[in-house]
């Protein structure tokens, strides 16, 4: 059972924004910092969001990240059809020594 | 930013060994955490372990004593081991590069550059 837990899935239309919550279940966590990873259909994970709201180069605004207690969020603003993807938080496990990812959640774009 | 590639065999038997090596360009293997993560078919990631530039391992504690990781700087290449292999083993592969350090005195680490996977079957 992962220490972060995610919702499933997620929706919108085009030019829509959604959010995509992640809650930390554990009190192993170790770090106050959560990371985005997204994952396009049939590749690899990339490095969307880090340090809670930092957004690596070439990374659109459109993406941004938050923090509040023991919950985060990622926002996706002015959704494209190309956005459609998985979506997992990660964050530095103390028991894993380790990083631990959320159970991942699938944005749709109707 | 350094690219990753993995390479290896994509079908294991069972009961034997699984090895994986992962080739860094673009920037020096002496740097960074060096991570394996997984991805069963259909299901999230996992972090299998990584490897500290110093040489330091660690590994996920349910995988711990079948993985080893292990560098080979000559050719800016690390590598996985998992030995005692199951159908449960059966996922994509991937080598990452970790990031880690202190912020406003808090600890952060995430994987910044990501290998585009190798699937590997477990039969």
């Known amino acids: 059972q992962s220490v972060l837990t995610q919702p499933p899935s997620a929706s919108g239309t085009p030019g829509q924004r959604v959010t995509i919550s992640c809650s930390e279940t554990s009190s192993s966590i170790g770090s106050e910092y959560i990371d985005w990873y997204q994952q396009l259909p049939g590749m690899a994970p990339k490095l969307l969001i880090y340090r809670n709201n930092q957004r690596p180069s070439g990374v659109p605004d459109r993406f941004s990240g938050s923090k509040s207690g023991t919950s985060a969020s990622l926002a996706i603003s002015r959704l494209r059809s190309e956005d459609e993807a998985d979506y997992y938080c990660a964050t530095w496990d103390d028991s894993l020594s380790g990083p631990v990812f959320g159970g991942g959640t699938k944005l749709t774009v109707l | 930013q350094v690219q990753l590639q993995e390479s290896g065999p994509g079908l294991v038997k069972p009961s034997e060994t699984l090895s994986l090596t992962c080739t860094v360009s673009g920037g020096s293997i002496s740097s960074y955490y060096w991570n394996w993560v997984r991805q069963p078919p259909g299901k999230g990631l996992e972090w299998v372990g990584y490897m500290f530039h110093s040489g330091y391992t660690n590994s996920n504690p349910s995988l711990k004593s079948r993985v080893s990781i292990s560098v080979d700087r000559s050719k800016n290449q690390f590598s996985l081991r998992l030995n005692s292999v199951t159908a449960a083993d059966t996922a994509v592969y991937y080598c990452?590069?970790?990031?880690?350090?202190?912020?406003?005195?808090?600890?952060?680490?995430?994987?910044?550059?990501w290998g585009k996977g190798i699937a590997v079957t477990v039969s």
């Open positions: 990452a590069s970790g990031v880690s350090g202190s912020y406003s005195g808090r600890y952060y680490y995430y994987l910044d550059a």
